[in-house]
């Protein structure tokens, strides 16, 4: 039942994506992307993981492609460009080649599910014997997340500052910077 | 047979909405959809991970007497910063294509391509 | 400005307090039920991109200054830093929170609520801080 649910949000999934990468309409496509994010967010709950699921429905579904609409509705320009065809078979065969790569890679990965796997059977046992014992938190995640990798969490809220830090600078000021029209730099120099 | 791909075909299927946002991201010349191929790339990665740690019969890694199996929570903490971490640097990625519009006056790589030829004439 | 949004107007002026509400829940309540600060901190900021997308961008500024959200940043990290120094002081490793009360349980309690509030901080006041960054790019039509 849980596979059946999980095969029908992927289809869905996979065609988002394609939507996504086939729409010639921008704003089209930051909608799409939103909705691609909401079936992601979906899938989480499948797969067990609602902490995650909650994340990316507020991250994917409204700040990403609020942000997606904002920049768009800043740089007014709503269309993509009929590019020309040249470039079509090289990327198609790496994404080809990488897919290919990916899915022999899965065969040594147990399927789907399988308690006594690797990523399951080590250290994640350990946390869901002892976590509730060593930290008095019934939710592991927030146990692991806060405790046992409470460096690791402050190394990604610091990334979250530096980034916001990176835009404030970047688009921080008041006024528009006005650059010099392209075409007249040789004359000046 | 019939049971290795239905323990597999989920991964698979992961798999091809990797390729599609890659190949968005590789082919397509326009800055905002390769940030959005970038991006849909980066959640099949992200739901990749947390399939792995996936258990059937398991249930929410929430401790309870009336459960015994748990999904595993290591992937999720992983992916969960992961998620955050990675809006802000999409965002970053925006502001960076704003800068671009406003310096070159437009969005599409090969026009950049060009103008940037054009100087080094 | 759209002047026929008023079923917007007011969706969103009951919208955004539940919003608020849940993210507090979620943000406090993490210890037992699915939550935390990174999905606070998320859920916070969709309330105020709601209003300043309805309100305008001047009435979200209204509402929290954008001096505030950057003091609001930094002191996130701060708080989640801080919590790792008190426990050195108190003699054990960085960001071990069992020396912070009497028994090694109610230290680790403290500790993750004290660093969920600043990582929940930060990712509120960052994600708020990029949407008003961005939105005022936007050169009004």
Known sequence: MSLMLNLVLLVFLLVMAIAVLKTKHLFAMAMLFGLYSLLVAGLFVVLDAPDVAFTEAAVGTGISTVLMLVTLASIKDGHEAVSSTKRKIGPLIICLVMGGLLIFGTHDIAKLGEIHSPPNDQVAAYYITQGQAETGVPNLVTAVLASYRGFDTLGEVTVVLTAGIGVLLLLGQRRKIHVKKRGQTHDDQ | ?121 | MMTNDLILRVVTKWLSPIIILFALYVQFHGDYSPGGGFQAGVIFSTAILLYALTYGLDAALKVIPETALRVAASFGVLLYGGVGVVSMLLGGNFLNYSVLADTPLAGQHIGIIVIELGVGITVAAVMILLFFTFSRRVDPE
């Open chain 2, 1 to 121: 047979m019939i049971e290795y791909i239905l323990g597999h075909i989920n991964y698979w299927f992961i798999i091809a909405v990797m390729m599609v946002g890659l190949y968005t991201l590789i082919s397509r010349a326009n800055l905002i959809k390769k940030l959005a191929g970038l991006a849909i790339f980066q959640t099949a990665v992200i739901l990749f991970y947390v399939s792995l740690g996936k258990v059937t019969g398991g249930t929410v890694p929430i401790v309870d007497e009336a459960y015994t199996l748990y999904s595993n929570p290591l992937p999720q903490v992983l992916m969960l910063t992961a998620i955050v971490v990675g809006v802000a640097t999409t965002a970053l990625g925006f502001a960076l294509v704003i800068r671009i519009k406003e310096a070159y006056n437009t969005i599409e790589e090969d026009a950049i391509f060009t103008l940037d030829q054009k100087d080094h004439e």
